[in-house]
């Protein structure tokens, strides 16, 4: 959408309530403006600097539902499962000083992973800010660095325009985070006010068009490539592209390897698909992306999980770069040709040209290609995506690939951080955008569980499997609470090894297997702790038990816990070791 | 390689800081920033030196580009450009011999003496960062009590043509 059709959607919307007479309190233009944008739903925890605010919030609850979270590191964490599960804005609203520390490590998530939210939050009144007052912290600075925008508001009159504006920045370009700092004073301020004073503001900046040029030459390296791959990422969720991707990469037979956040924004299933690629990336993924000489990249901002070693990345490889941040553009690899562009409108234009080209010459292109699918088919067949079954432990693996099987594919899954997402990443074939929501880029142990319980708030008839670890647990478990208390029938699922898994591995694989402090197996009865907060809870420890517990647990109704007893000493392969070239992949422990 | 960058931004509090926080946070160096109005009290303009290859300057100018409330980032450096910078240094400078030296120095360099006790003077100086390092290396020997830099402020050429000319008589 161009800000221009952006400005006269808004200004042509209607307002869903009567404009509000003879001026308003600061607390109430915000309600106020929150619902003009659209919300309907905040993630939030009270305290003494949103006072105002949550009592305006009571008296508009027809309109917007607030979801009384255990931590504001849960709320932010659910308004970005929300968000991402709809592709809306996400909501959360907490108190000053410790309130905002504690949302930090959401922020920093959804600043990472691309996620569009705004997060409010109070401050200490004008009058004390500066004066180390009690629950005071400077926000605006510490968020600062995790942000797209942020802003201390300091006359109430500013509230419209600039809650308009954190919505505008939230979702447009890539999408993140905007803190908005409210100070009581300003929240119980009274003004005037119109809902039409803030429909244009003035730092909108302009979609830029994509250039035809660049892609006309884009699409001939594509075409005179021999080996090319095409690698994707978040920004095909972001932007909507997963079907003009598809139809891209089946109009020119071009290999897909998608990254973590990427999964689901290309079928897993599709025969084009070589799986994900990076540190625990197929063997084909990495093979292909090492032998290409056509990189071309869409929605992806080459990440060192992805790239390894950069010196040797992808080494025969032209770059072609397309993504919506410029500063992606050449921040890691420097590319031979880069756009920068909406992942959906440059696919969309790039299929435009290529049926203006001569289908013969274009057919005899994708026919030279066959080679190169020979080989990469090679590779499938050599080092396919495998674990080794046991009958008396259950394999973290098969826990994933028995999901899989009793959702029928259809699951929205959410992780942690750690061996478990990347059990996730490797045996769970997503089918659509939006349908895996991981904690990508800043590896947020404890995301999973809260980002399920925003995405059923986001649907709340779709099943909803939150895979965690028995560490990142114990971090956020306070939230199953918030779960029992508004039904929202999540199910997680430990992979419980009483390890935390990852570093155990790397100690194991790079450290002489010295584990320093890895092992959490003094743990709560998952079970008993589900229970106590309401919600049922299963065990699984025997092979056999599995998926009859998987399946019991699917079933039921309302929150569950699934604990599930399994290897303790797995590793994840392939892996790359850090720093290490991405073809350098060690496909699995010797010896076994 | 050094690079001026001339930073547009709104004139609002914590603007700033946001562009000093970007450079920290990715491992940018600052040699000299300053801020000032520009014409339109709403924006200022941030001059900052920094060093970098040329990717390094690209990805600091995308960067700040990036920020809200930026308006527009110039790498000065890539055109002809005036850049000047001014110096106050304190010299001692006694009665005699010493005092005659500086003062020389001062009329070489078309600096001033913007104050004087019986022992110091207070130099002012401005210049390209050259000149300015030059003149402070000279005074050195002297004694330097004290040195303030404001750091560079950056400008590009007109262009070339009868209107610079035209501008260039006026000014004489």
């Not at chain 1, 180390?132 to 201390?152: M, S, W």
């Amino acid at each position: 959408m161009t800000t221009e059709t952006l400005i006269e959607n808004i200004a042509t919307r209607q307002p869903p309530v009567a404009p509000l007479a003879e001026g308003a309190t600061g607390a109430e233009i915000l309600i106020d403006t929150l619902t003009y944008e659209g919300v309907d739903t905040i993630f939030g925890y009270p305290g003494g600097a949103v006072l105002h605010i949550y009592d305006e919030l009571w008296r508009a609850r027809d309109r917007i539902t607030h979801y009384l979270v255990r931590h504001e590191q849960g709320a932010v964490h659910m308004a970005e499962g929300y968000a991402r599960a709809s592709g809306r804005v996400g909501v959360a609203l907490v108190t000053s000083g410790p309130g905002a520390t504690n949302a930090v490590t959401g922020i920093a998530n959804a600043y990472m992973d691309s996620t569009p939210l705004v997060v409010i939050t109070g401050q200490v009144p004008k009058h004390l800010i500066g004066t180390d007052a009690f629950q005071e912290v400077d926000t605006v600075g510490i968020t600062r660095p995790c942000v797209k925008h942020n802003y201390l508001v300091r006359e109430a009159s500013d509230i419209a325009g600039i809650v308009r504006e954190a919505f505008y920045l939230a979702r447009s370009g890539r999408p993140g985070p905007v803190v908005i700092d409210i100070p009581k004073d300003v929240s119980a301020a009274k003004t005037s006010y119109s809902r039409l004073d803030h429909v244009g503001f003035p730092f909108s900046g302009d979609v830029s068009l994509v250039d035809r040029a660049s892609l006309e030459r884009a699409l001939e390296g594509l075409l005179n490539a021999k080996r090319p791959v095409l690698y994707v990422g978040g920004g095909i969720a972001n932007s909507g592209a997963h079907e003009s991707l598809q139809m891209f990469a089946e109009t020119l037979r071009l290999p897909v390897a998608p990254t973590l956040m990427g999964l689901g924004g290309f079928p897993s299933a599709h025969p084009l698909s070589l799986g994900m690629l990076g540190m625990h990336g197929t063997y084909a993924a990495n093979m292909a992306v090492a032998q290409s000489d056509l990189l071309f990249a869409v929605g992806v901002r080459f990440d060192d999980r992805v790239t390894g070693k950069l010196a040797t990345f992808a080494p025969q490889a032209r770059v072609i770069h397309i993504d919506i941040d410029p500063a992606n553009i050449g921040k890691n690899v420097a590319p031979c040709l880069s756009i920068a562009a909406d992942a959906r409108q440059a696919l969309l234009s790039l299929l435009a040209i290529s049926r203006e080209q001569d289908q013969q010459e274009l057919q005899k292109a994708l026919d030279a290609r066959e080679v190169w699918w020979e080989q990469i088919r090679a590779w499938q067949q050599l080092q396919p995506l495998r674990f080794t079954g046991s009958l008396c432990q259950i394999k973290p693996q098969k826990v994933i690939t028995e999901l899989h099987r009793l959702t029928n594919g259809d699951a929205i899954i959410t992780t942690d951080v750690g061996q478990h997402q990347m059990w996730v990443a490797q045996f769970y074939p997503f089918k659509r955008p939006r349908q895996l929501i991981t904690s990508g880029g800043l590896g947020t142990m404890g995301f999973g569980l809260p980002a399920a319980i925003g995405a059923q708030v986001a649907f709340p008839h779709q099943p909803i499997v939150a895979v965690v670890g028995d560490g990142g647990f114990q971090m956020t478990n306070q939230e199953l609470a918030t779960a029992v208390q508004y039904e929202l029938p999540v199910k997680i699922l430990i992979m419980n090894n009483g390890y935390l898994g990852m570093v155990r591995q790397w100690q194991e694989m790079f450290y002489d297997r010295t584990y320093s402090e890895v092992d959490i197996s003094v743990a709560p009865d998952f079970v008993k702790l589900a229970e106590a907060f309401g919600a049922l809870g299963l065990r699984a420890e025997r092979p056999d038990e599995l998926h009859d517990v998987l399946a019991a647990a699917l079933a039921h109704k309302g929150v569950v816990v699934i604990d599930v007893v399994v290897s303790k000493e797995e590793n994840v392969f392939p892996i790359v070791p850090a720093g290490a070239n991405s073809s350098d992949m060690i496909l699995q422990t010797e010896g076994v | 390689m050094r690079h001026t960058l001339s930073i547009i931004v709104a004139d609002q509090p914590g603007e700033l800081s946001r562009i000093v926080g970007l450079f920290s946070a990715r491992g940018f160096n600052i040699e000299t920033i300053s801020v000032g109005e520009t014409l339109d009290p709403r924006w200022s303009r941030v001059t900052i030196v920094t060093r970098g290859d040329d990717r390094t300057i690209e990805q600091i100018v995308k960067q700040c580009e990036r920020l809200a409330r930026v308006r527009e980032v110039h790498d000065v450096t890539t055109r002809p450009h005036i850049e000047r910078e001014m110096a106050l240094i304190t010299v001692d400078a006694s009665a005699g011999v010493g005092r005659q030296e500086v003062l020389s120095l001062v009329n070489v360099f078309r600096a001033k003496v913007v104050d004087i006790s019986h022992s110091q003077l207070i130099v002012e100086a401005s210049g390209n960062k050259e000149k300015v390092d030059t003149f402070i290396e000279l005074l050195r020997p002297l004694g330097i009590a004290d040195i303030t830099r404001t750091g560079h402020i950056a400008i590009n050429r007109l262009a070339a043509g009868e209107e610079r000319n035209t501008h260039e008589h006026l000014l004489r």
